[in-house]
């Protein structure tokens, strides 16, 4: 059975960080693309970022870009989201995702939540300002 297990949310102020992980099972994804998205109440899940299955390449929503990275260790069949200079509007639950595929076609399947197979059950971040 593949799981994924999102971790490491919490509450932080405003201008804090946090570091999520996201430790796959079940079946290796080192050689597929795997991303963070979130959803706050009331609105759409979000693209956050992605990376590919070598982390030789990296995609940002624009409202992450230039506070958040994303990394992967294929070793430990994890990936982590490390958020920098969070925002109230950070706020949401951060949704682990993952891919059968080896790789996307274009750059816009890595934002589509149907381009995703697996998700994780989500971890709740809270920015107080």
């Known amino acids: 059975q593949v799981q994924l297990v999102e971790s490491g949310g919490g509450l932080v102020q405003a201008g804090g960080s946090l570091r999520l992980s996201c430790a796959a099972s079940g079946r290796s994804f080192s050689a597929s693309p795997m991303g963070w998205f979130r959803q706050a109440p009331g609105k759409e899940r979000e693209f956050v970022a992605a990376?590919?299955?070598?982390?030789?390449?990296?995609h940002y929503g624009n409202s992450v870009t230039g506070r958040f990275t994303i990394s992967r260790d294929n070793a430990k069949n994890t990936v982590y989201l490390q958020m920098n200079s969070l925002k109230p509007e950070d706020t949401a639950v951060y949704y682990c995702?993952?891919?059968?595929?080896?790789?996307?076609?274009?750059?816009?399947?890595?934002?589509?939540?149907?381009?995703?197979?697996?998700w994780g059950q989500g971890t709740q971040v809270t920015v107080s300002s």
């Open positions: 990376i590919t299955r070598n982390g030789g390449s990296t």
């Open positions: 995702a993952a891919t059968i595929k080896h790789f996307f076609s274009t750059d816009r399947d890595y934002y589509a939540t149907n381009e995703y197979d697996y």
